[in-house]
């Protein structure tokens, strides 16, 4: 059986089913035990005090908001070239997922910038390039909301997040032209990898690896919600013509 | 038990209360948009199926 | 294609005076923000290459609408589309049309808008360049998001913002030019990636604004 | 060149309207769809003009052979009369305009703005597009509408004459052009049965039993 | 009426929502300011109120022809005159659903663009009670302008042109109050102007607009 | 109450385009108004619906007795037709909308956005909202346009039973209704002639002789 039987509703219907409990289980134990031992059981850095711990939600949903629109960009092109509807149908479903997790990137970042930088916003690249990361977002999920017709919709956004993917691109290295910012700086000795000591790297692992599984576990549910609702639409529609 | 968290409180608590508000209210709409489709799938097919046998 | 084209500006003249009025929003942005910001020149000379700028993509974007909407809704775009010249080629000079009724005017009046704002002297040559080399890309990009949303009843606002974040590259590299114009600096490398940005833009656009309005007619 | 239709289906709004459509049409005949409202006349029409792709079948002319006229006449309120048309000419390569005007009764009318038109003189311009196509086949939807009497007499005249001349017309209407060179094909309901077997096809992917 | 207004929000909010557009166009002016002039907070924070506010008027000045053109357009308008509403209300409740749709919940987002632009802590308040106090002024005489410009095709820029100067007195009191707000200056006498100019509008204007409605539709 | 117009003259684009049109209707009567394309009945209606001030003579019922159905329908493309229907059953102040859908045979249709209708369909919808304005006198410009033939004599039958509880029409067609109760006014090509005697008219301000 090739990997592409699983792109049909039905298989893909009986596969998550089976499988969805298991991610979600992971999901929470991940996030619970990573977020309850990086909170209350990590010590305070020697330069950040306390706010290293919103290092802990901070980083995977980053991480998470930029994977989520690759993920999407991946499922695009497997729609326009296969024409698998369930492709179409993950990218729809994971767009609001990654605009939350941008917006929580930009929300602790924000909280986080208040005691680092003395400011809630700074033009810095890396923040100003997540704030036209939400942009895209926003503009990829209104633009499936304005269209009836799903397949035409399908099409039409999968041809927005590929034009859209490569200005993302080109806006983060402008942005870096036009301000070289304070993100990443010398303020944060969290940096580089192997500056990270062991006691905020393993919470950290748990969180990241619980956002992931988090995000598939929300993907997989919205991406079946929406096969129902098309099934749904289209056993009406079918009704309506007796 | 609760850990002291210093004149940051504000930002930490703040920033967890926020993440966790929000993941709770996605997954919120996820899955009362699931249960709803889900009825609203298995309502039209019941009757679909009375109608054509 | 070139009665496309001839068509395109006569009916952009026409209806109610497509050049002045995208010249006008620009000189009323360029007016009211001195109006909101107050009159202090020396802020304004520090924000005039960016108002400018932004003021243009504006001015744009007000129009782009008209690319395809109207011709969508009296039924051209079906005919155009079963019609003898390839939809690329259409989408192609259907921006090439838009820019000559908006971003061209702009360019050519930006000097005078400049002086409203008190941009340094050093800046308007630059001004000039960079949005003679910018405005075309804001075209083509605006005609793609038209494309997107042609089917839509009035999509304006959902144009705008499908359209604004893919004008940030080309925002970001003409005002840097004119700032950089200003204050006497190199300006070599912004006006370089301005120059690829449109290039790349005016290359590849066409073909996926075209199949953009082929999903959306049938 | 023969217009041939094979076991078209055609749909709108994802759903299928038609299905199991054919028929040939060859130079010189016209042919008449009829059916009641919203049986999906137009949305055949929009197929076989190339317009959206079918959902299975074949149409064996390409859309180079077609001229469509469709319910909007996509005109331009603010050109005149002979500028929308000799924008439409240049675009089909042809050089003039005059003869069109004439043939659809225009001449008087030739400098006004089209905005200015009533609703059968827009009518009869958005008609005198298909004289400067030189496609040999014409696919019209409700060409007819808004005209008077007259008017369709001359219409039904010009479509004799783009016959006579080799070409081909397929036309929904639902009046009575009085063409002796039309066969009629009266477009019955169609009943869904999930026929296709393609296995990206929509049937297949969201019709079947789920889990 | 109340038929009327709520056909309308409506309308606005299933046309790819018209609420979320007319805010995500105020959210992209904020963010393309800064892009073009670039990230100091200071200079920022200087020109944040006159920012916002423009920002404001334009969001909703690209709105403004929804308010009679589509029903223009697709003949409502011509049955909505023979309907038995005075037109003069007609025209009220469509401006208020306008601001309803724009206003609003521009006034809502505003304190958070307020930070993009590093608006000062005292400037918030102001800003909020300025926009609430001013924003149903720009939808009222922006249906004016709406209504002189209905009958002509896609007057959108015309319409920008007749309106903005209009706009003028309500930007610049507007701006004053979140300014000297903002540095903690008296701002009564500016917000007794921009409430006396949103009372006036409110009460004359929507005559002058069925008049100019009426005579375009003969 | 009869609808009187005595002498009127209408003009379009500053031009007359009519000029001594006479008739009465009564309560229970139709009259159709038939001509050829151009020759002003769009013009002459919207003048009688008071969407336009007439030239010259009077219109004796006052606009708010007047129930005015275009060319276009003013439909919401993104509101369903039931929803569509009762925002201009509110306009009226009538509260049923459910006896014009089912008298215009749209039941099936209720829930469907009006994007999603074919053009006899929309047509219908428009024609509908004619039920819900309560309004005895209809003025109605080629109600049957896109219809197709059951379409036309379900509207027929409308338009009688509109006659029959009192009310009047006045239509603008092409086609036959087969109306017993109408009378048909053939509008004729209107001749210039300078008989207007209002120093601010048109003709006697600038259409006599000129120094
Ligand atoms: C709104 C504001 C902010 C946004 C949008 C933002 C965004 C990001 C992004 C995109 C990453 C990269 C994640 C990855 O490596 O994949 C990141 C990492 C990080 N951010 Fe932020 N950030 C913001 C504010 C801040 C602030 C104020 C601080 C602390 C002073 C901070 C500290 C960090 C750290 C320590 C990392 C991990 C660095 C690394 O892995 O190399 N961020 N942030
Ligand atoms: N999104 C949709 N979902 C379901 N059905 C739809 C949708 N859009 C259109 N339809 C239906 O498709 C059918 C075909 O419409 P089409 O316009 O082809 O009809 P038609 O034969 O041209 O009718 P007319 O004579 O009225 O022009 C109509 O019944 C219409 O209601
Ligand atoms: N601006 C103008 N100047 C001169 N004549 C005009 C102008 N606008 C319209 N006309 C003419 O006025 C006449 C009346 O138009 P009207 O729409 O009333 O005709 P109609 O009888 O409704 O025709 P149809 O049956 O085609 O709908 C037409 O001949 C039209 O060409
Ligand atoms: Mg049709
Ligand atoms: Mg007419």
Redesign the interface.
């Known amino acids: 059986m090739s990997f592409w039987e699983y792109a049909n509703p039905q298989k893909f219907m009986q596969l998550s089913r089976r499988v969805l409990p298991f991610v979600a289980v992971a999901a929470g134990l991940c996030l619970v035990i990573g977020l309850v031992w990086g909170f209350f059981f990590t010590p305070d850095d020697y330069k950040q005090g306390s706010t290293v711990k919103i290092f802990y939600l901070h980083v995977p949903a980053a991480m998470m908001a930029i994977n989520a629109w690759v993920m999407m960009l991946v499922t695009s092109l497997v729609w326009l070239i296969r024409r698998h509807h369930v492709s179409a149908l993950a990218a729809k479903a994971a767009a609001p997922v990654g605009l939350i997790f941008t917006v929580i990137a930009l929300i602790t970042g924000a909280l986080w910038g208040q005691p680092m930088w003395g400011t809630w916003w700074e033009w810095d690249p890396r923040l100003t390039s997540f704030l036209i990361l939400a942009l895209f977002y926003l503009g990829y999920i209104a633009l499936w909301q304005a269209i009836d017709d799903p397949d035409t919709a399908a099409d039409l956004t999968s041809v927005l997040c590929i034009v859209g993917s490569v200005f993302a691109l080109l806006s983060r290295y402008a942005v870096n032209f036009w301000n070289q910012g304070l993100h990443q700086g010398a303020s944060l000795s969290l940096d580089k990898e192997e500056n990270v000591a062991d006691v905020f790297w393993y919470p950290a692992l748990l969180c990241i690896a619980g956002f992931v599984l988090l995000f598939v576990t929300l993907v997989l549910l919205r991406t079946r919600t929406e096969i129902r609702a098309r099934r749904l639409g289209a056993l009406l529609a079918r009704e309506r013509r007796g | 038990m609760m850990p002291d968290l210093g004149k940051y409180a504000g930002a930490v608590l703040g920033s967890y209360a926020a993440t966790i508000g929000l993941i709770v209210l996605l997954v919120a709409v996820s899955l009362w948009r699931s249960a709803k489709t889900k009825a609203a799938l298995a309502e039209v097919e019941a009757r679909q199926g009375k109608d054509n046998g | 294609m070139i009665a496309l084209l001839l068509r395109d500006m006569r009916l952009a003249v026409r209806a109610g005076g497509g050049f002045g009025l995208g010249l006008a929003f620009f000189l009323l942005v360029a007016v009211l923000v001195p109006l909101g910001v107050g009159p202090e020149s020396a802020t304004l000379a520090k924000i005039a290459p960016g108002i400018l700028w932004v003021g243009a993509l504006l001015a744009c974007l007000l129009s782009l609408d008209r690319i395809f909407a109207l011709d969508f809704e009296d039924g051209s775009l079906d005919l155009l589309a079963t019609a003898p010249i390839p939809l690329e080629g259409a989408v192609a000079v259907k921006a090439l049309a838009h820019w000559a009724v908006t971003g061209l005017p702009l360019t050519l009046a930006a000097p005078v808008l400049g002086i409203l704002l008190n941009l340094p002297q050093a800046g308007y040559g630059w001004l000039v360049i960079s949005l003679a080399l910018g405005t075309p890309a804001l075209s083509v990009i605006g005609a793609f998001g038209a494309a997107l949303t042609v089917g839509l009843k009035r999509g304006g606002l959902l144009l705008s913002l499908l359209v604004l974040p893919l004008y940030v590259p080309t925002l970001i590299f003409g005002a840097e030019v004119v700032k950089r114009g200003a204050e006497g600096m190199a300006t070599a490398t912004p006006l370089a990636l301005l120059a690829g940005i449109t290039a790349g833009a005016a290359a590849m656009l066409p073909f996926a604004a075209a199949a953009a309005i082929r999903i959306n007619l049938r | 060149m023969d217009l041939t239709v094979t076991d078209l289906a055609v749909a709108?709004?994802?759903?299928t309207?038609l299905e199991g459509v054919h028929f040939t049409l060859s130079p010189g005949r016209a042919l008449v769809l009829r059916?009641?409202?919203?049986i999906g006349?137009?949305t055949l029409l929009?197929t076989v003009?190339?317009?959206?792709?079918p959902v299975a079948g074949q149409i064996s002319a390409g859309?180079?052979a077609?001229?469509?006229?469709?319910?909007?006449?996509?005109?331009?309120?603010?050109?005149t009369v002979r500028?929308n048309l000799?924008?439409?000419a240049?675009?089909?390569?042809v050089q003039d305009v005059q003869a069109a005007i004439a043939r659809m009764n225009l001449s008087d009318l030739a400098d006004r703005q089209a905005?200015?038109?009533?609703?059968?003189?827009k009518?009869?311009l958005g008609l005198a597009?298909l004289l400067v196509t030189g496609r040999p086949v014409w696919v019209l939807d409700?060409p007819t509408?808004?005209?008077?009497?007259?008017?369709?007499a001359l219409f039904a005249d010009v479509v004799r004459g783009h016959l006579a001349a080799g070409g081909a017309a397929l036309i929904a209407t639902?009046?009575d052009l009085g063409l002796a060179e039309a066969d009629v094909l009266e477009l019955g309901p169609?009943?869904?049965r999930a026929k296709t077997e393609d296995?990206?096809g929509?049937d297949?992917?969201?019709?079947?039993?789920?889990?």
């Open positions: 709108r709004g994802g759903v309207v059916g009641p409202n919203g006349k137009t929009r003009a190339g317009l959206q792709p859309a180079e077609i001229a469509y006229a469709a319910h909007a006449d996509g005109l331009k309120a603010t050109l500028e000799a924008f439409w240049a675009v089909y390569g905005a200015n038109l009533s609703a059968g003189q009518r009869r597009r409700e509408v808004s005209l008077d009497i007259a008017s369709v639902h009046i169609f009943r869904a296995p990206r929509f297949a992917a969201f019709g079947g039993d789920f889990a």
